[in-house]
């Protein structure tokens, strides 16, 4: 093995395919928007060099703002939704629930399989409050709290909260198997040692499993934060980025400003942007990793 | 020797411009030569949709007069249509026939060079006639040139539809002045009626309706006003427009969550008798004319016009039309070949299209239209009452400001902005754009 890792010729075998197929599809094109991003208009039509006039433009956008402050606030409610309530599933299962432990299972992990757009479609059935009262709606009514019906993905001041709850229902139970999976890993002396001195219920889990489970809460951290961040489809297909642009990310004004506006310059300096939040994101939920 | 070249090079350009002339010529009272030509058509309707079915039956027709003729059809969704046919202009590789959005998106296919004067071309082929000159206008006022470029695949005309029935349970007349408009909601929300249905979530059945009380009080040319700076969004008129739309929300006119529901949603609350009246185009028919869709049956389903603020601004006369989705010829595509092929399809469409659907596509048709439906025969003698028109309220808009104008309209129906802060978004975008 080791002659064989000494062989620079070898290592270039195994690493040079994949670095051309990573640079094809993954840095190319981010360099590519970079060029793209000096320019104005759509390339074909009106493509004519521009500076750093769409630099500019992004600190006067009023548009781009409001994207990258719902984007903020999804990121921050999903990601912990999703991680915080995959954790306490997996906890569930492992200590708590004694029977059906596989059907619920199944159950809990089943959204994930489902496509984004028959979720959206369900969950646009849930939240209905006109021709006819969905679900969640039937059941305010019935329990004699009319007060709190209303167009729940209609309003502005409701319809992130419904996509963020849409969203950590779909995805909650993937992060249970990967935690539940990490938890059967925890050895059983472990847990038996630990409550022999003393620790139960939450100092069990703060003192003994949460600094076990940790690398794979950052694991977790960072693949909920890389879905999260590109938030598009769901939205889409829940509340089309409405009312108004209380649910639209900055991947969906991305697509508008490129595509429907016809500005691709502009639109290259949003996926920069975009580029640049998953870069610092990536690194700051890197830096937990690295404290001991 | 130079003045003998130069003299050579000028002749010579000349033949060629002669020659590239007589393209155009080719096709004018002549039998068909029967050219070699697959036309490449994108559409936004399946070929046993709407107008597709249209578009495939003419051109199966001309495969008879011209069996050297072939055609590919295209299909893709009218929501990314003006990504596609951008994506295509960019790599210059517009199919040769392709439907697009009249208004702004055209002006940009036209100011690029890519597509054919058409209005020069029916000219040149002597077929001016078989478009109907009011379809003709309202596509030269929508692309603001003295000539069309594009065929209409549509002669619609837009208003409110009441239930017969709910009209009727409540004593209200159908409203000729925007006053009496006003009562009719009224009495019909204080006996318990939902007076509107509206698609809220598809944003442009409510945008109409400001767009509606913005040309009664303003005229015509408001919005193309606004959109060449003579005049600001923010301005009084169009503000009171938003305002409009925004008290009948509060008043509750339009029931609960009205920013949920779709077009087709609200269609279906009128023809159910959920909700007294709903703003539509005469597309609407169709579903009016489908038993099993109309609850409300035969007859239980009425049209009337924008009621009138002033007559001197916007007369009884005037109503809200448009030509649909609009079909554009390729510029580098187009040759002989197609202005046969597109004589062909002028000549033929109007009829086609009365004797298939009972629609009119802005062409003349000299087809019996007594065999039509009640619903499309209220249609033909509303068109028939129009002696001008107005268009939509983003139909001088760019795609920018164009969506603004209608996602803001869903915060403006819950009260989350004001009628000045929406008129305000619209300008922003409008000034954004410029930049």
């Known amino acids: ?292 | 020797m130079k003045k003998k070249l130069l003299a050579t090079m000028l002749s010579a350009s000349m033949i060629m411009t002669m020659a590239a002339g007589s393209v155009s010529l080719a096709a004018e009272n002549t039998e068909d030569p029967q050219l070699e030509k697959t036309i490449k058509i994108l559409s936004i309707w399946a070929e046993d949709n709407d107008n597709g079915v249209l578009i495939k039956s003419i051109c199966d027709q001309y495969k008879e007069i011209n069996p050297n003729f072939n055609y590919e059809y295209e299909l893709v969704s009218a929501d990314n249509l003006k990504q596609k046919v951008a994506t295509l202009a960019a790599s210059n590789d517009l199919p040769d026939i392709f439907v697009y959005e009249a208004g702004k998106p055209i002006v940009e296919l036209i100011e690029a060079d890519k597509i054919v004067d058409v209005g020069a071309e029916l000219k040149t082929l002597g077929i001016e006639d078989n478009l109907n000159p009011s379809a003709v206008a309202l596509l030269k006022n929508l692309s603001g040139t003295d000539t069309i470029y594009d065929l209409p695949l549509g002669h619609n005309v837009e208003g409110f539809w009441y239930n017969k029935a709910l009209f009727e349970e409540a004593g209200v007349e159908v409203p000729n002045t925007w006053d009496e408009f006003e009562d009719v909601l009224k009495t019909l929300s204080d006996k318990g009626i939902q007076p509107l249905a509206a698609g809220g979530s598809d944003k442009w059945g409510v945008t109409r309706l400001i767009n509606a009380y913005a040309v009664r009080t303003m005229g015509a040319d408001a919005l193309s006003k606004a959109d060449q700076g003579e005049a600001s969004y923010t301005d009084e008129g169009y503000v009171a427009a938003a305002q409009k739309i925004q008290d009948w929300a509060t008043a509750g006119y339009f029931g609960e969550g009205v920013t949920t529901v779709d077009m087709n949603t609200a269609g279906t609350m009128l023809m159910s008798g959920d909700a007294a009246i709903f703003y539509n185009g005469s597309w609407f028919t169709s579903n009016l004319n489908n038993e099993s869709e109309n609850l409300a049956g035969a007859d239980g389903i009425g049209f009337f016009n924008v009621p009138v603020v002033d007559e001197t601004i916007s007369p009884a006369d005037e109503y809200s039309m448009n030509c649909g989705n609009i079909l554009c010829f390729s510029k580098d595509k187009y040759d002989e070949a197609s202005s046969y092929f597109l004589k062909y399809f002028v000549e033929n469409i109007g009829n086609e299209a009365m004797e298939k659907q009972g629609s009119l596509k802005g062409y003349t048709y000299d087809v019996s239209d007594d065999s039509v439906s009640g619903y499309t025969k209220v249609v033909l003698d509303e068109i028939g009452k129009a002696q001008s028109a107005f268009t939509w309220w983003e139909a001088t808009m760019n795609s920018e400001t164009s969506t603004v104008a209608q996602e803001n309209v869903q915060t403006l129906l819950n009260g989350d902005m004001t009628a000045l802060e929406y008129m305000e978004s619209i300008q922003d975008a409008h000034d954004m754009s410029a930049l």
């Open chain 1, 1 to 292: 093995m080791k002659n064989v890792l000494a062989n620079k010729k070898a290592i270039a075998l195994f690493v040079v395919p994949a670095l051309v197929l990573y640079t094809a599809i993954v840095a190319l094109p981010v360099v590519w928007s970079l060029y793209y991003s000096l320019y104005s208009g759509s390339p074909g039509l009106k493509w004519e060099f521009c500076g750093l006039d769409n630099y500019k433009m992004l600190f006067n956008d009023k548009n781009f703002k409001a994207a990258l402050i719902v984007n903020v606030k999804y990121i921050a409610v999903v990601m912990f939704g999703q991680v915080g309530l995959g954790l306490l599933l997996a906890l569930m299962f492992k200590f708590w629930l004694k029977k059906f432990k596989t059907i619920v299972r199944t159950l809990v992990f089943f959204p994930v399989v489902l496509p984004t757009v028959a979720v959206g479609q369900l969950f646009a059935k849930i939240y209905e409050i006109q021709p006819n009262y969905g679900l969640l709606n039937s059941l305010l009514d019935g329990i004699g709290l009319k007060s709190l019906v209303q167009p729940w993905i209609g309003q502005a001041s409701t319809a992130l909260g419904s996509l963020c709850v849409m969203d950590i229902w779909v995805a909650m139970g993937f992060y249970s198997v990967i935690f539940y999976g990490a938890l059967l890993d925890i050895s059983e002396d472990v847990v038996e040692a630990a409550r022999i001195d003393g620790a139960h219920g939450f100092s069990l889990f703060r003192y003994v499993l949460a600094p076990l489970l940790r690398p794979v809460i950052i694991t977790s951290l960072v693949f909920s934060f890389s879905g999260t961040v590109k938030m598009f489809e769901s939205a889409l297909a829940l509340t089309n980025g409405g009312p108004g642009n209380a649910t639209k990310s900055l991947s969906m004004y991305m697509y508008n400003v490129s595509f429907s506006y016809s500005k691709v310059g502009y639109g290259s300096v949003i996926a920069i942007v975009i580029f640049l939040i998953c870069v610092i994101g990536a690194t700051i939920i890197g830096k937990f990793d690295k404290k001991d």
